[in-house]
């Protein structure tokens, strides 16, 4: 069984260690080293990990980041590259269910932060896996977008969400359509095909997590 997890996270900590700690990735604020920090946070301190998602515990997950930050780079680099067995999220069970679209969507935020980036060759398998993952967060992103959406993965599938209105279809790779329904519209190279101002106010919706 392929391991797109397993490669995703190797390929990300060689990109962290080549770029350095103080590297641009696409999300706001953050240089190579804090986003290390967070995976490392997601995986080794559930205490604080909760944070991600909930607001009552952000500032403490916050803290925990920035006290992880601080820690010798390459130290940091380690663990993501080895997570522990126990955890909820990096255990032989989860991996490949939870690790796959993490990593690859962190893995795409460095790349893409750089100049004169090409998207990947990916391979049909990880392209089916990210599918698989795409279209149930299209749902829970888009469920409530005014327009009649139909998110379009040629030779993978098609959904249907929204709340309703003028069609609006949005066609990428799933590769491009995870990265634009997990908030990073930008750098994610999808087709928008319908009324301008609702595909306008698509690209500038807070989606995601």
């Given at each position: 069984m392929p391991r797109y997890a397993r490669a995703e996270r190797e390929a990300l900590a060689d990109l962290f260690l080549a770029l350095g700690?103080?590297?641009p990735t696409i999300n706001e604020g953050w240089a190579t080293r804090d986003l290390a920090a967070h995976l490392v946070l997601r995986e080794r301190r559930p205490d604080a990990a909760s944070g991600i998602l909930l607001a009552p515990l952000r500032g403490y997950a916050e803290r925990v980041r920035r006290r992880l930050a601080a820690r010798p780079y390459a130290e940091l680099v380690a663990q993501v590259r080895r997570p522990p067995v126990w955890s909820p999220v990096s255990n032989p069970v989860t991996d490949e269910l939870v690790n796959t679209l993490?990593?690859?969507?962190?893995?795409?935020?460095?790349?893409?932060?750089?100049?004169?980036?090409?998207?990947?060759?990916?391979?049909?398998?990880l392209q089916t896996a990210l599918w698989k993952r795409a279209a149930p967060l299209a749902r829970l992103a888009l469920r409530r977008f005014?327009?009649?959406?139909?998110?379009?993965?040629?030779?993978?599938?098609?959904?249907?969400?929204?709340?309703?209105?003028?069609?609006?279809?949005v066609v990428g790779a799933p590769a491009e359509?995870?990265?634009?329904?997990?908030?990073?519209?930008?750098?994610?190279?999808?087709?928008?095909?319908?009324?301008?101002?609702?595909?306008r106010q698509l690209r500038n919706a807070s989606l995601g997590m």
């Open positions: 700690p103080d590297a993490e990593f690859f969507i962190h893995h795409e935020d460095v790349r893409r932060a750089g100049s004169g980036w090409l998207p990947r060759e990916l391979a049909p398998g005014p327009a009649d959406l139909y998110v379009q993965a040629p030779g993978y599938g098609e959904i249907s969400v929204g709340r309703g209105g003028e069609p609006l279809r359509l995870t990265l634009f329904l997990s908030g990073r519209q930008r750098v994610a190279r999808v087709q928008l095909d319908g009324p301008a101002a609702s595909a």
